[in-house]
């Protein structure tokens, strides 16, 4: 069936390291990922999204990267920092059929001092 | 700024009673979904409006569970009677839908802890 999975359900980086956080998706039809970050006591917040047409997209220190051939995506924070510690979500829909968003299951991510 | 509000923030009820969950969308966004969290099955889509018309809630158990848009400003979620199954934390979301539903960024309210003893 349709999943989205993470491969490791927590992450701890030094404070100043990039971190990568990596996500699976199994559905070959989507087309649309989005990744979410959700704070303690939060709701979920936007970070950044690509579409299947791209495979590299970059934010303010945030940059995601989409393998289609394994659909596999990734998402890369430069100079990790004390607020980037939270629960992120990867997400996948498909763009042009307005089908329903899908999340996967999170990774937590701590930041060492 | 412009945010997602929900009330009440906590709800601790008993089984068998009715909830009611309240979700005030960012002014102008015409699209608002309801979701709920738990550890074990994630952040689950529910329902969703478009235009304070109900386009899917598959999601929802339809024997206990409803969903409605009274007004623009105003989406609830109700769960009557309610479950300890259906302990959760409830988000509601809004997006301005320019495009599709789900490919328009969705604004999170900061959600309902839902507590059924």
């Known amino acids: 069936g349709e999943s989205v999975g993470l491969h490791l359900p927590t992450l701890s980086v030094q404070e100043g390291d990039n971190s990568i956080i990596n996500c699976a998706y199994s559905n070959s039809a989507s087309d649309y990922f989005i990744w979410y970050k959700q704070e303690s006591g939060k709701g979920p917040q936007f970070i950044i999204d690509i579409r299947s047409n791209m495979d590299k997209r970059q934010g303010q220190r945030v940059t995601v990267l989409l393998n289609k051939t394994v659909k596999h995506l990734s998402l890369q924070i430069a100079a990790t920092q004390p607020g980037d510690s939270a629960v992120y979500f990867c997400a996948e829909t498909h763009y042009s059929s307005a089908s329903k968003i899908i999340f996967g299951s999170g990774t937590r991510l701590s930041i060492r001092p | 700024d412009a945010r997602v509000t929900q009330t009440p923030r906590h709800k601790v009820t008993e089984m068998g009673q009715e909830v009611t969950m309240r979700c005030q969308p960012i002014?102008?966004?015409?699209?608002v979904f309801w979701y709920r969290q738990t550890m074990m099955q994630g952040l689950e889509l529910l329902a969703y409006f478009r235009n304070r018309a109900p386009l899917d809630d598959s999601g929802m158990p339809k024997d206990r569970f409803s969903a409605e848009m009274p007004d623009a400003t105003l989406a609830t979620l109700k769960i009557q009677p309610s479950e300890p199954r259906d302990s959760a934390v409830y988000f509601c979301a809004s997006g301005p839908t320019l495009g599709t539903p789900f490919t328009d960024t969705q604004y999170f309210g900061p959600g309902t802890r839902l507590t059924v003893l």
């Open positions: 002014l102008g966004h015409n699209t």
